[in-house]
C-alpha cells in the first residue's frame, strides 16, 4: 500500500495530510497521487489552488510532450477536483474557492474535450441536472455539475426553476441515462415528486436513475417520492451517481 | 426609549406581562434594554398561504401592492400575536427597480431575481436609478408601513426592510461572478459593495421616512457559501458605516452558520443579529454577549413546517433559556406552515415567563390576550 511519502508532489503531499481526515478517503486518495506523474500532479496542485492559467498551460505542455488526453484528465484535472470536493465538504474552502478550481478544471477541459470526442471515448454517462419548477437556487446544483463533470460525467444543465416536460425532453434529446434534481425550498420539495410521477405518466421512469438533493431534501422523502437515491452533499453525490450507473471505484 | 407604562417594571425590576406595548419591548430589546417579557419577533416575512387567505391577500399581489402587503403584515400581531409587524415578504423589491429581471411566481411561492441574466459587471455599472425611490415595487413597501402606521399605531414595532450590498451583489452581478469577483479582485468588490451600499442607505431612509421603526438589513455572507474571514475583510467596516448613516436599529439577517463571524458581527455596533437555527443559542449568546441582541432562532424546515407546537415550544425555551433577547422563526418562514406552530411561539414566551415569576397570570390567561 502506498504512503503518503510517495507523493511525487510536495504541495498535493501537505494538502491530503492537512485536509483530508477520513481514513478511506485518505487511502484513495494517496493511492491515487502516489500513482500519477508528477507532471500530472502539477496540473492538480494548479486545480486545487484555483490557478486557471496554469491549469490551461500545464494540460497544453502535458499534452505536447505525449501524455494521453485520459491520462491527463484523470490524473490530472480530475484528481485535483477529487480533493477540492472533500475541502468543500468539511468547510476547509467555500464557494468562491470551489468556483475558482472549476473554472481552473474548465480551462484544462477546454484541450481534452475534442481529442475525448474525436477518439469517440465516452463519459461515464450522461446526467441531466436541474433545480425543480419554482426554484432558484442553484449554487448547490452547480457544485454538484463541477464535481460530476470533474469525475468523468458528461452533464446537461438544465438550470433553474426546471419543468417536469424540460427534465423529460433533455432526457430523450441526450439520451441520459441519469437524471439529478435540486431543490432549496420547502415550498418546491414535492416538485421533486411531481417530477417523478410526470416521468412514470410518460412512460420513461425506467429508463433513467434519478437521484434528488438539496438541504431541506431527506433520505426518507427521496424515498418516499420514489426517487432512487439521495446525494447530501457534492461529494456524495458523484459518489451516488457512480453507484447507480453501476460504476465503481 | 421605554415609555411610560413601564415605570413599575422600571422601579421594581419585576417582568409584568402585557405591561409594555410590543413596540415598546421589541424597540428596549433592541437597545437592549430591559423588558417586561421577551419579545417575539419577525425580522423577516411571517407570511403564509394560511394568512393569505384569511385577510385576503395573496402571493403575488400582496408583494405589489401596499394595501395587500399591510394586510398581509398585519396578521403577525392580529393572529399571530408577534410583537412586530414586517411587510417586507420578499428580498427583491430594489433589485426589482433597479432593473433585475424577476419572476413573481404565484400565491404559493416565493419571487425571485433571475440571477442567470445579471444587469451589472463592474463598478462603473452600479448607478442607483434616479427614479428608484419612485418605482412601484419600492413605492408599495413606503405605503404599506404608512398604513401599518395608521392602523396599529404604536402598538406594535414596524419592522422594514432594505438589502445590504452583498446580497443585492448576487442579484444584480450574478452570485458565480460576484463571487468569482471577490476571490478575483477584492479590491474592485470592495468598491462595488461600496457604491452599493447607497442603495441600501436610500431605501432604509425612504421607509424611516414612512414610519419604519427598525430595518432588516439582509446580507447573505453565510457559512454555506463564504469563511467567516471573508466577513471580516468585506463587511464588517461597511455594516459599521451603515450603523452610522441609518439612525434607526438595523438588525442584520444572515441564514445559515455563521458562528465563526458572530464575534465580528458583534464588532460592528449593529443593534440585533438575526440568526439561524444552524447555530447553538447558548454557544452564540457566549460569543456575543451583550455587544448585539440576537434574534432567533426557531427552525424553519423541520421545526416550524414540519413537527407541531410542541417541538416550537422546545425551541423557543432554549432560546430564553440562554438569554437570546428576541425570540422569533430563523428566516422567512415556508408558506405552508400551520398558523398553529407560530401562534406557539408568543404562549410558549409567555408561559416561560410565568414559571419564573408566580405574579404573572398563567399561561392560560396569557393565551386569551
Ligand atoms: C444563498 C441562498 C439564497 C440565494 C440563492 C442564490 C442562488 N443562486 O442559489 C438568494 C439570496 C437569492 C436566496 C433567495 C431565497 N431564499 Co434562500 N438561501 C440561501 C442560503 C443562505 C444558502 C443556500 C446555498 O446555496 N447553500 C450552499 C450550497 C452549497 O448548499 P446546498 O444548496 O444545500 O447544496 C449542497 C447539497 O444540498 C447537495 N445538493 C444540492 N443539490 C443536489 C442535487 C443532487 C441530485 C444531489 C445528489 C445533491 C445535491 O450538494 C450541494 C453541495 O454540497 C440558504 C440557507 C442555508 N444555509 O441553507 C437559504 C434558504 C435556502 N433560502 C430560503 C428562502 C426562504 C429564500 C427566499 C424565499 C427568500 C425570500 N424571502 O425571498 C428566496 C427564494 C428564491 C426562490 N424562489 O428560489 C430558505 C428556505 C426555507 C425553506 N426551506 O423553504 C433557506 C433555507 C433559509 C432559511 N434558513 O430559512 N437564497
Ligand atoms: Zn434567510
Known sequence: ?249 | MVGEHSKEFQETGRPVVGEMTGRERVMAALAGQAVDRTPVCNPTSVATVELMDLVDAHFPDANRDGEKMARLAATSYTELGFDSVMPVFTIIQESSALGCEIQWEGKDNWPTVRMSKPIWKSADDVKMPSDFLKHPDITCVLDAIRRLRQELGDEVAIIGKTMGPWTLGYHVFGVEPFLLMSLDDPGHTKLCLDRMKEITVAFGQAQIDAGADALTLPDHATGDLVSGEYYREFLRDLHTELVDEIPIPLILHICGRTVDRMDYIAQTGLAAFHYDSKNDPAESMEIVTDRIALVGNINNPQTLYANGPEQVAEEVVRNLDAGVPLVGPECAIPLQTAIENLKEIPLAVARWHADRDSSLPAASEVQDR
Open chain 1, 1 to 249: 500500500m502506498a504512503e503518503l511519502a510517495d507523493i511525487p508532489n510536495e504541495f498535493i503531499k501537505n494538502e491530503v495530510d492537512e485536509f483530508v481526515e477520513r481514513e478511506d478517503e485518505r487511502a484513495e486518495l494517496i493511492e491515487l497521487y502516489s500513482q500519477s506523474a508528477p507532471h500530472l500532479l502539477e496540473i492538480g496542485a494548479a486545480i486545487i489552488s484555483g490557478r486557471n492559467e496554469d491549469a490551461d498551460r500545464l494540460t497544453v505542455e502535458a499534452l505536447e510532450r505525449g501524455t494521453g488526453a485520459l491520462e491527463v484528465m484523470d490524473d490530472g484535472l480530475i484528481a485535483g477536483m477529487a480533493l477540492v470536493g472533500i475541502k468543500f465538504r468539511e468547510n476547509f474552502i467555500f464557494v468562491p474557492e470551489v468556483l475558482a478550481c472549476a473554472r481552473a478544471m474548465k480551462a484544462g477541459m477546454v484541450h481534452i474535450e475534442p481529442i475525448l470526442s474525436a477518439s469517440g471515448i465516452e463519459p461515464l454517462a450522461k446526467v441531466i441536472m436541474g433545480t425543480v419548477k419554482g426554484d432558484l437556487h442553484d449554487i448547490g446544483k452547480n457544485l454538484c455539475i463541477m464535481l460530476l463533470r470533474g469525475a468523468g460525467f458528461e452533464v446537461i444543465d438544465l438550470g433553474v426553476d426546471t419543468s417536469a416536460d424540460e427534465f423529460i425532453d433533455a432526457v430523450e434529446e441526450h439520451d441520459a441515462t441519469l437524471v439529478g434534481m435540486s431543490a432549496l425550498l420547502t415550498t418546491t420539495m414535492p416538485n421533486m415528486g411531481r417530477t417523478i410521477d410526470a416521468f412514470i405518466d410518460a412512460d420513461v421512469r425506467d429508463d433513467v436513475k434519478i437521484m434528488v438533493g438539496g438541504a431541506p431534501v431527506t433520505p426518507e422523502f427521496a424515498d418516499e417520492m420514489g426517487a432512487d437515491a439521495y446525494g447530501d452533499n457534492a461529494v456524495e453525490c458523484v459518489e451516488v451517481a457512480k453507484r447507480l450507473v453501476g460504476v465503481t471505484g
